[in-house]
């Protein structure tokens, strides 16, 4: 993530700010990539904590608008968990605008989002994440911190937050994409990951009930990548989403590091997947480095082999190429 600046008085601005500390109210215009004073706030600013602009006629902003389902906010506390959920889905979609992703002058179709609390005002339900046909469903319990560690911890994984939960489902809707708009995605995407026409609830059902294939490290970057080709493919291009990010906020906040790219480089315009993720572990591993100095959870928690740099390139080099349909 870049950071920004005050139309105002050019101070720094970080992608969350609603307001600069000179005093001036001030939104992000995804557009542009930019802050700005002088268009119309997304109508979500008061009561979610939305920063950013809308385009003209329209009253909420491009990633308010694919918010379809909100949950219910008689029960007290959901309002909260939703504006978390919010502002990870902005993180992440401003990522992909770098791309060239649903961005204003890209038509192609949008992912839909139902923003799902397990409590109701007529009591508990189950919300299970996932993506189908276009519809992302997203479990705000996980916006809860002590929630999400606590599923974290059962589930033994050593990294879970609400920006990878949306980096993998909407990967999952961009396969669909791709696979439709984009010539010899389909066949390339079978070299590297197999089969996604596979029997997807019995592969699913196998890998609760059996865990990982053992040597699963050697082909993928997460246990659970190793339940299908479709989930392989979304953690694979969750961790290409991750490790951009890492290299452009490394970058933006002025930081160096021995073999890291000098100040200038723009991580989304790399065109060689290979640099890019070379200088993303060097940033990673200087990364873990510093978290350790305050007791923090590695940074970036993983260990990628020549296999997992392989499907981490694939996945770069067609995140970096937005395709119509
Ligand atoms: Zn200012
Ligand atoms: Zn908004
Ligand atoms: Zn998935």
New binding site residues.
Partial sequence: MKIFH?P????D?FFENLV?????A?GHDPAAQRFVTDQPFCANRDSLGCNWTCAPGETLCESCRMTSVHPDLAVPGNDLLWAKAEAAKRHVLAGLMRWGWFSPDETGPRPEFHMLAEATATGMVEVSMGHAAGLVTINLAEADASERVRRREMLGEPYRTLIGHFRHEIAHFLFERLSVGADGFVPAFRDHFGDETQDYGAALARHYEQGPPSGWQNAHVTPYAAAHPHEDWAESAAHAMHLTDITDSFLAAGLSAAEAPAPGYDAFAEAEPARLLDAAFTIGVAMNHVNRAVGQPDLYPFVNTARTREKLGFALRWLATPTAG
């Avoid at 600069?20 to 001036?24: E, F, H, I, P, S």
């Fill in positions: 005050c105002g008085c050019n101070a601005l600069c500390g000179c005093g001036l001030v």
